[in-house]
């Protein structure tokens, strides 16, 4: 398992951006799948965004397709997700997750699959 701290939500207005950062312990980061999870209150926690440890293969939502960008830095051991066009529905605690993968291009959308887990970060956006 790898240790990963979630940093960058805060409150934002309707239409404004973030970009969240996820930081792995892992030296063999560059070999794990990466997702973005997002749990609202009183809601399951649902699949944002996912990328390949190779970086060629991402996945995202339906409902932030074409708003959020998810990447990767394996030289610093971080995923990024750039949030723009932000919703109040976007309101969420945000999770990184990972996942040790043999395939570059490997990438899941199921949370049951990553075994290790940030502490969330609060995104709260106002209408």
């Known amino acids: 398992q790898v240790q990963l701290v979630e940093s960058g939500g805060g409150l934002v207005q309707a239409g404004g951006s973030l970009r969240l950062s996820c930081a792995a312990s892992a030296p063999t980061f560059r070999h794990y799948a990466m997702g973005w999870f997002r749990q609202a209150p009183g809601k399951e926690r649902e699949f944002v965004a996912a990328?390949?440890?190779?970086?060629?293969?991402?996945n995202y939502a339906d409902s932030v397709k074409g708003r959020f960008t998810i990447s990767r830095d394996n030289a610093k051991n971080t995923v990024y997700l750039q949030m723009s066009s932000l919703k109040p529905e976007d309101t969420a605690v945000y999770f990184c997750?990972?996942?040790?993968?043999?395939?570059?291009?490997?990438?899941?959308?199921?949370?049951?699959?990553?075994?290790?887990w940030g502490q969330g970060t609060q995104v709260t956006v106002s209408s």
């Open positions: 997750a990972a996942v040790l993968s043999s395939s570059a291009s490997y990438y899941s959308r199921w949370a049951r699959v990553y075994d290790s």
């Open positions: 990328i390949s440890w190779g970086g060629s293969s991402l």
